[in-house]
């Protein structure tokens, strides 16, 4: 397997990867997120990665910049969405994106990591529920329990809450 930066040559790929990785009802809100964001462009940038094998894309992650209001010294990503294909499920492809990707944001000092999604999965990351109490999503969360968060590198964090603020492509109640 090849790890390397996603494109937007990537888009078709890409999106039928999140078709058939997720459930029909939530699969086009997800799939126009992980397309979108090949064409947003943030600072710090949006990263965007492909796992291949055999030239095929079989995964995908992005991390995208979060801004945390009052708190501009804390760099903070979130990582959204996450998808490997049906037929290459369990087999690393997920860990080694993810790993990937937080090497990538270590190296570039960045503070903390939030990810929406299901603990049972990202509590095997080190993600935690309470890492992220005190930071306000944009909309709310249908399932609050979802909302993670790792610290990667030295970072007084907030003790009283916070709103953060996401890249345009993650403005949609319906991701939330
Ligand atoms: C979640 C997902 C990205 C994991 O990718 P993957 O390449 O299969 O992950 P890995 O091989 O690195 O890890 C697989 C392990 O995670 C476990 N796992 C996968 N999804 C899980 C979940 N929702 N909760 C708990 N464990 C989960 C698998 O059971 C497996 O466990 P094992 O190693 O004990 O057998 C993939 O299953 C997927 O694309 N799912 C559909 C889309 C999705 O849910 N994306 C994440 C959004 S929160």
């Given at each position: 397997?090849?790890?390397?930066?996603?494109?937007?040559?990537?888009?078709?790929?890409?999106?039928?990867?999140?078709?058939?990785?997720?459930?029909?009802?939530?699969?086009?809100?997800?799939?126009?997120?992980?397309?979108?964001?090949?064409?947003?462009?943030?600072?710090?940038?949006?990263?965007?990665?492909?796992?291949?094998?055999?030239?095929?894309?079989?995964?995908?992650?992005?991390?995208?910049?979060?801004?945390?209001?009052?708190?501009?010294?804390?760099?903070?990503?979130?990582?959204?969405?996450?998808?490997?294909k049906?037929?290459?499920?369990k087999?690393?492809?997920?860990?080694?994106?993810?790993?990937?990707?937080?090497?990538?944001?270590?190296?570039?000092?960045?503070?903390?990591?939030?990810?929406?999604?299901?603990?049972?999965?990202?509590?095997?990351?080190?993600?935690?529920?309470?890492?992220?109490?005190?930071?306000?999503?944009?909309?709310?969360?249908?399932?609050?329990?979802?909302?993670q968060?790792?610290?990667?590198?030295?970072?007084?964090?907030?003790?009283?809450?916070?709103?953060?603020?996401?890249?345009s492509?993650?403005?949609?109640?319906?991701?939330?």
């Amino acid at each position: 397997m090849n790890i390397r930066t996603a494109e937007t040559r990537d888009y078709d790929d890409i999106r039928r990867l999140y078709l058939s990785a997720f459930p029909e009802s939530e699969n086009e809100i997800v799939a126009k997120l992980a397309t979108d964001l090949l064409f947003e462009h943030s600072n710090p940038p949006i990263i965007a990665l492909a796992a291949e094998i055999d030239g095929s894309i079989v995964g995908h992650i992005a991390f995208s910049p979060v801004r945390i209001d009052t708190f501009e010294q804390c760099q903070a990503y979130i990582l959204a969405p996450l998808a490997v294909k049906p037929d290459f499920q369990k087999q690393g492809i997920g860990s080694a994106l993810i790993t990937y990707g937080m090497e990538q944001l270590s190296d570039r000092g960045v503070h903390i990591v939030f990810v929406y999604g299901d603990p049972n999965y990202y509590g095997r990351f080190g993600f935690k529920t309470y890492l992220a109490q005190n930071y306000k999503t944009p909309y709310p969360l249908q399932y609050p329990f979802g909302w993670q968060a790792i610290t990667i590198c030295e970072c007084n964090l907030k003790n009283s809450p916070a709103s953060i603020h996401c890249v345009s492509s993650l403005c949609d109640p319906l991701l939330w």
